[in-house]
């Protein structure tokens, strides 16, 4: 059985930081594109950042050099280091993994992030 295990998230000032940890399990990790998705209340769900199974990286047009994904395909984990948060950071994180060939996807349960004073 998949799972994705997403940890970290919580509530921080705005300028505050943030670091989401994703544990997979019953996946070849290695053979996955991994990332970070988020919706916020009312909005639709948005790429945050992806790191794909050769280690190129994409991140969504928001970020503006703000957070940093990395895997570590020994341990079976991605992370996101989220720096300078701003109240429109909030949201619920997922984590996802996407088979590099296969396209077969698999979701975690979503941790939330708030940002606010």
């Known amino acids: 059985q998949v799972q994705l295990a997403e940890s970290g998230g919580g509530l921080v000032q705005p300028g505050g930081s943030l670091r989401l940890s994703c544990a997979a399990s019953?996946?070849?990790?290695?053979?996955?594109?991994v990332g970070w998705y988020r919706q916020a209340p009312g909005k639709q769900r948005e790429l945050v950042a992806v790191i794909a199974r050769g280690g190129s990286i994409n991140y969504g047009d928001f970020v503006k050099d703000r957070f940093t994904i990395s895997r570590d395909d020994a341990k079976i984990t991605v992370s996101l280091q989220m720096n300078s948060l701003n109240p429109e950071d909030t949201g619920v994180y997922y984590c996802y993994a996407r088979h590099s060939l296969f396209g077969s996807t698999y979701w975690g349960q979503g941790t939330q992030v708030t940002v606010s004073s």
């Open positions: 019953g996946i070849i990790f290695s053979r996955y594109d």
